[in-house]
């Protein structure tokens, strides 16, 4: 097993992308702290994670409460004593044009994409500095490379992730741990499901028509599914990515080609 008895946190981990990770890193013989507001979802996702053969905890985390993100860092590190890997996974989609994005839409955006997995990983960071060891990854999104319109505060959110990422892939580099993120494109998540109603909306198409132009400016002319990210996670969580750090890989179709 390539993470056999290590100890992972994954945010957003009760659906989608953030489930697949935990699951398939508990397949791979790590215990897995589950986080997410929804707590039944969280619960849900920790009981397959034990059925696994593996131990995991269900945490209640909100990333606009900064007292909540400390929380949830304390309690998995009184659950485990440690965290060899964490996966900031958790965030919001949003939608707005500049001339009239109201401030609270910008903050909450920021709050959640950015800020909140800096103070996650601040919290966390330093027992990994104490071990000399540790993996770190960031679930960003091919707006963290490109801007679209009428989606400034998550491009803006997302590029500041990306940034954030490689600086201090730089600063840990020699430390033993590494620091990376993966960039999902159109996945098929409730998080795409809803984003297709507004699109749907804007431009007076229906969800179908709507789902159907999207897919057809991806080269593979299909949707990436959830599962799709987990192996890779699990690549960069083990030793056998030792020397991948500060890197930001694309896992979108071919939609964004570099």
């Not at 004593?81 to 910008?106: C, F, H, M, Y």
Request: include cysteine; charge should be negative.
């Amino acid at each position: 097993m390539k993470l056999a008895d290590r100890v992972a946190l994954v945010t957003g981990g009760g659906r989608g992308i953030g489930r697949e990770i935990a699951l398939a890193f508990a397949r791979e013989g790590a215990d897995v702290a589950v986080a997410a507001r929804t707590m039944a979802q969280v619960e849900a996702v920790a009981g397959e994670v034990r059925a696994l053969g593996r131990r995991s905890l269900a945490v209640r985390l909100d990333l606009t409460d900064r007292s909540s993100i400390r929380e949830a860092a304390r309690e998995v590190m009184e659950e485990f004593g440690r965290v060899d890997i964490l996966v900031n996974n958790a965030g919001v989609l949003s939608k707005g044009g500049v001339a009239d994005l109201d401030e609270s839409t910008w903050d909450t955006t920021l709050a959640i994409n950015l800020t909140g997995p800096f103070l996650m990983t601040q919290a966390l960071l330093g027992q990994m500095l104490e071990r000399g060891k540790g993996r770190i990854i960031n679930i960003n999104s091919t707006s963290g490379k490109i801007g679209l319109p009428y989606r400034s505060a998550y491009a803006a959110s997302k590029h500041g992730a990306l940034g954030f990422m490689k600086s201090l892939a730089n600063e840990v580099a020699e430390k033993g741990i590494t620091v990376n993120a993966i960039c999902p494109g159109l996945v098929e998540t409730e998080m795409w499901d809803s984003s297709v109603k507004n699109f749907a909306a804007e431009m007076g198409n229906t969800p179908e028509e709507t789902r159907e132009m999207f897919r057809q400016r991806i080269p593979v002319k299909r949707y990436t599914e959830a599962w799709e990210f987990a192996p890779l996670a699990v690549y960069l969580a083990s030793d056998d990515s030792l020397s991948v750090t500060g890197q930001a890989i694309q896992l979108d179709g071919g939609f964004l080609q570099s």
